[in-house]
């Protein structure tokens, strides 16, 4: 049964880090693309950032670039976004997307930012 769980998400200051963790059972994350997606209170979901299959990262929203980076642990079916200078606008559920697919992932973890 393939499943996706993300980890990682808390409540942090303006300007702090996070790192986002997303483990994959039952299917080999290395074959696919991944990405993260984000859901803010009363608003749409949306594509935050998608790592292809080759490792090439593509950024959906403007503001996180230089902020956040995606990577992956081939070895430990794992990917990862790490996310520095958290802002307030930042704060939503997060998302690790197989296949930057909207609806591909699992239960999501809750991250906000504020002081």
């Known amino acids: 049964q393939s499943q996706i769980v993300e980890s990682g998400g808390g409540l942090v200051q303006p300007g702090g880090s996070l790192r986002l963790s997303c483990v994959a059972s039952g299917f080999t994350l290395a074959d696919d693309a991944v990405g993260w997606f984000r859901q803010a209170p009363g608003k749409e979901y949306e594509e935050v950032i998608c790592?292809?299959?080759?490792?090439?990262?593509?950024y959906a929203i403007e503001s996180v670039q230089g902020r956040f980076t995606i990577s992956r642990d081939k070895a430990r079916n794992t990917a990862y976004l790490q996310m520095n200078s958290l802002k307030p606008e930042d704060t939503a559920k997060y998302y690790c997307s197989v296949d930057c697919e909207v609806g591909r992932w699992g239960q999501g973890t809750q991250v906000t930012v504020s002081s």
């Open positions: 790592f292809s299959s080759a490792d090439v990262p593509t």
